[in-house]
Nanobody, 125 residues
Framework: QVHLRESGGGLALPGGSLRLSCAAS????????MGWFRQIPGKEREWVAS???????SYSNSVLNRFTASHGDVKNSVDLSMNSLKPEDTATYYC???????????????????WGQGIQVTVSA
């Protein structure tokens, strides 16, 4: 069974930085896209960023120019470098991947068929 495992996260000061990583275990094919979502209690899961099979990154307006998503050093991994963090970035961050041939909407949770357990990011003074 394939698992997505997130690492990194934790507590940061406003204006600070954190880095998240995600890797898929026991999956030898390539994902069409890997991405990051975040969620706070009582709210819908929000798309943050995605990286296509070819390495093209896309971002939500809320994190554009602050976050950088990229493939990791190992196959089927994705990193998220978060800079200039704001308190409103506080959330549980989820790694997601689509193993199917085509991704219709990279910002829709329904486009992804694999999910990590989530990792907490807290931005507070």
């Amino acid at each position: 069974q394939v698992h997505l495992r997130e690492s990194g996260g934790g507590l940061a000061l406003p204006g600070g930085s954190l880095r998240l990583s995600c890797a898929a275990s026991e999956y030898t094919s390539s994902f069409d896209v890997m991405g990051w979502f975040r969620q706070i209690p009582g709210k819908e899961r929000e798309w943050v960023a995605s990286v296509s099979r070819g390495g093209r990154a896309s971002y939500s307006n809320s994190v554009l120019n602050r976050f950088t998503a990229s493939h990791g050093d190992v196959k089927n991994s994705v990193d998220l470098s978060m800079n200039s963090l704001k308190p409103e970035d506080t959330a549980t961050y989820y790694c997601a991947a689509n193993s199917r041939m085509f991704t219709r909407e990279i910002d829709s949770p329904s486009s992804y068929n694999m999910w990590g357990q989530g990792i907490q990011v807290t931005v507070s003074a």
